[in-house]
């Protein structure tokens, strides 16, 4: 009976033993377990791809940037700076009102010259018909021929002074027309030396732009380093 019961507790001592200790198998999952959580995890700004790119090495340059498209905007009418609708280093488009200038005196030449086309074409209009009533005396013998010639002559001398009423209404709209100032060019502004408020002149700087794709680089090479300049 006594070597019955040292059996049976060796073999429970062993069962317990073996359930501590766990399969190999059981053991080597929590092995990998503990080797996934120990992993470190990168980003993708921890990680730059390799890339194989040509290295470039030259002489060193030292000069002006220049362009070749430019453009100096310059007043065309003399007056005070209402507003300016551009700074430096604002990019523009062609034809792009940059500043405004006061209008007042250029608009009443300008009603004044309208004013006068108006009053010439009347005087033509009288004119001609004076014309055609002095046709249709002279063709019934009521009219001399130097008075018909003097009718035609007052005719023309109303449609020169039309023309020339005209011209003049042309030329105040032009200069109306001035006072709002655009970039002849698309670009960038370089240097804006006006302000609102400034009395200007005809001619006076206002505005440089420069077109930023036509940039080129004036500069100077070492005598020693010419050999390593080849043209492109």
């Known amino acids: 009976m006594a070597m019955r019961m040292n059996k049976a507790g060796v073999l429970a001592v062993l069962a317990l033993a073996l359930g501590a200790c766990g399969s190999p198998g059981e053991a080597a999952e929590g092995e990998k377990a503990k080797a996934a959580n120990d992993a470190v ?8 791809v390799v890339q194989s790119e040509e290295i470039s090495s030259g002489p060193a340059l030292s000069g002006t940037l220049k362009a070749d498209r430019e453009a100096q905007v310059r007043a065309e009418v003399g007056g005070t700076v209402l507003s300016v609708h551009a700074d430096q280093g604002q990019t523009v488009g062609s034809g792009q009102v940059l500043a405004r200038v006061d209008a007042a005196a250029l608009r009443e030449q300008y009603i004044s010259a309208q004013s006068a086309v108006r009053s010439a ?3 033509v209009s009288v004119a001609a018909r004076n014309v055609e009533r002095s046709q249709t005396l002279n063709a019934a013998g009521a009219l001399a021929d130097r008075d018909l010639e003097a009718a035609r002559n007052q005719l023309a001398g109303a449609q020169s ?3 020339g009423a005209r011209a003049q209404q042309a030329a105040a709209q032009r ?3 001035r006072t709002s100032v655009r970039s002849p060019i698309a670009g960038v502004v370089a240097a804006r030396p006006v302000n609102a408020g400034d009395v200007i002149a005809p001619g006076a ?3 440089t732009v420069v077109d930023p794709g036509s940039m080129r680089l004036e500069g100077s090479v070492p005598a020693a380093d010419l050999g390593q300049v080849r043209q492109g």
């Open 41 to 48: 995890v990168l980003g993708p700004e921890a990680v730059y």
């Open 121 to 123: 074409e009347q005087s």
């Open 161 to 163: 002074q039309l023309a």
């Open 175 to 177: 200069q109306l027309s």
């Open 205 to 207: 700087p206002l505005f």
